[in-house]
């Protein structure tokens, strides 16, 4: 049976070199990594090569709640594609398409089945959104 495939993307006022670095670089994703400003990542961890792992833990602030997301490195093209496997199976792909002046980041995931696509595809974006503000403000 084939998954539910959903897409979310934002163009970043930045380079591709200076995008993927905050992308994959520990020390910038526990800057970006959450959805909302009451959330944070305190924790990110990248091997970035082929069968290589990652994790952001992503945490409310009030310590309410608080998840791992991670998976393991299927593709990898430097500046311009990512493509991993979730811990639940699922598929992801990020294409990085840029140049020197802005980068246009592409996700697309499979969905799970315990929420609603709608509310994945917000989450989702919400993350990417606030990728986007980190990256153009440093």
Request: with cysteine; glycine share 6%.
């Amino acid at each position: 049976m084939e998954k539910t495939k959903i897409t979310v993307e934002a163009t970043i006022n930045a380079s591709v070199q200076k995008v993927w670095k905050c992308w994959t670089e520990p020390k910038h994703i526990t800057k970006w990594c959450f959805a909302s400003d009451d959330w944070h990542a305190p924790v990110a961890e990248n091997d970035l090569r082929v069968g290589g792992s990652f994790m952001s833990r992503m945490e409310a602030k009030d310590g309410s709640f608080g998840f791992d997301f991670g998976g393991v490195y299927d593709g990898l093209t430097t500046h311009e594609h990512i493509s991993y496997t979730m811990e639940d199976t699922r598929k992801v792909s990020i294409t990085f398409d840029g140049d020197d002046k802005s980068t246009k980041v592409t996700e697309t995931f499979e969905a799970e089945s315990e929420n609603p696509v709608e509310m994945q595809q917000a989450g989702w974006q919400a993350i990417l959104n606030n990728f986007k503000k980190y990256v153009e403000s440093i």
